[in-house]
Nanobody, 122 residues
């Protein structure tokens, strides 16, 4: 089992920045690919960013490319999502995920955090 706890969400004005953190405990952190997803009210959970287990390859949704950066610190068992130039449409609950098989579909992932709310005001 892997337990994931997100933090860093909040209210920010459009154009501002936030950094989300997700701390993991349990099985060996470095064995897992890591991802961030988000879910706005009335919408399905959608892929935001992924960082691979090996090589640290990163993948981003088109809607956040160039504004968001995913990174991981295996020594601290933590994955981050740096979010810059935030827009009102980025408002959602953000979830981190861990999995041995990674993919853009949320069903690919094995473990989920409880989520953290990000609200961007216009």
């Amino acid at each position: 089992q892997v337990q994931l706890v997100e933090s860093g969400g909040g209210l920010v004005q459009a154009g501002g920045s936030l950094r989300l953190s997700c701390a993991a405990s349990g099985r060996t952190f470095s064995n897992y690919g890591l991802g961030w997803f988000r879910q706005a009210p009335g919408k399905e959970r959608e892929f935001v960013a992924i960082i691979s287990r090996v090589g640290g390859n990163t993948y981003y949704a088109d809607s956040v490319k160039g504004r968001f950066t995913i990174s991981r610190d295996n020594a601290k068992n933590t994955v981050y999502l740096q979010m810059n130039s935030l827009k009102p449409e980025d408002t959602a609950v953000y979830y981190c995920a861990a999995g041995t098989t990674i993919g853009y579909n949320s069903r690919s992932w094995d473990y989920w955090g409880q989520g953290t709310q990000v609200t961007v005001s216009s």
